[in-house]
């Protein structure tokens, strides 16, 4: 069984453009939820989405949006980079959102 | 509010010593509890899960966790750790408001003497 995938792996962007980042779940999870791995901050819960519609939603600020489509899988877009985004963005997928989160390797975004 | 504590930033052991790895949480509810490994450049790896029931669980590679509710405890365990341990642990609670979403600990860095 596939495990989850993410794309890309590295990006390099500057500030003040925008990125999208893919996320294809586990085959029959239905679940997508997305996080932002900083040195300073640590892991943080960015969204959570469940048959296309977005359930939950950390404290980030509205440049980071989101989408799922029919198939669950998922992508995450940022606006307006700034310096701060460089991270680690990982992707966990579920069955319904309880159980187990399974996650990708992660994209790596450097903001020059 | 909601968090994890994981005390320790980094922890350095033999090779074949045992392994306990701290993690305190705050929650209201019944939590579920986490372990996640990462590996450098990778993502995070589920070493194993609490729900409910027998308070002793395990996990793959040979660990395991035990979940202690009178000291919101969940650490980790392994009684004989190898080179290929070495990586950095996240204890994690599971938090259901709209949905449910992780709280992860600062996590520990683990390194393995030879």
């Known amino acids: 069984k596939a495990g989850v995938t993410q794309t890309p792996r590295y990006l390099i962007k500057t500030r003040g453009q925008q990125v999208t980042l893919s996320c294809s779940p586990i085959?029959?999870?239905?679940?997508v939820s997305w996080y932002q791995q900083t040195p300073g901050q640590g892991l943080q819960f960015l969204f959570e989405y469940f048959s296309e519609t977005q359930r939950n939603k950390g404290n980030f600020p509205g440049r980071f949006s989101g989408r799922q489509f029919s198939n669950s899988r998922s992508e995450m877009n940022v606006s307006t980079l700034e310096l701060g985004d460089s991270a680690l963005y990982l992707c966990?997928?579920?069955?319904?959102?309880?159980?187990?989160?399974?996650f990708g390797d992660g994209t790596r975004l450097s903001i020059l | 509010a909601q968090s994890v504590t994981q005390p320790d930033i980094h922890i350095t052991v033999s090779e074949g010593a045992s392994l306990e790895l701290r993690c305190n949480y705050s929650y209201g509810a019944t939590p579920y509890l986490f372990w996640y490994v990462q590996s450098p450049g990778q993502g995070l790896q589920l070493l194993l899960k609490?729900?409910?029931?027998?308070?002793l669980v395990q996990g793959i590679k040979g660990f395991e966790a035990e979940f202690k509710r009178s000291q919101s405890s969940f650490n980790l365990r392994k009684p004989s750790v190898h080179w290929s341990d070495a990586a950095e642990y996240f204890c994690?609670?599971?938090?259901?408001?709209?949905?449910?979403?992780?709280?992860f600990g600062s996590g520990t860095r683990l390194l393995v003497r030879p």
């Open positions: 085959s029959g999870h239905r679940s």
């Open positions: 994690a609670v599971g938090v259901k408001d709209s949905s449910y979403k992780l709280i």
């Open positions: 609490y729900f409910s029931g027998d308070t």
């Open positions: 966990a997928s579920s069955h319904d959102g309880e159980g187990p989160q399974h």
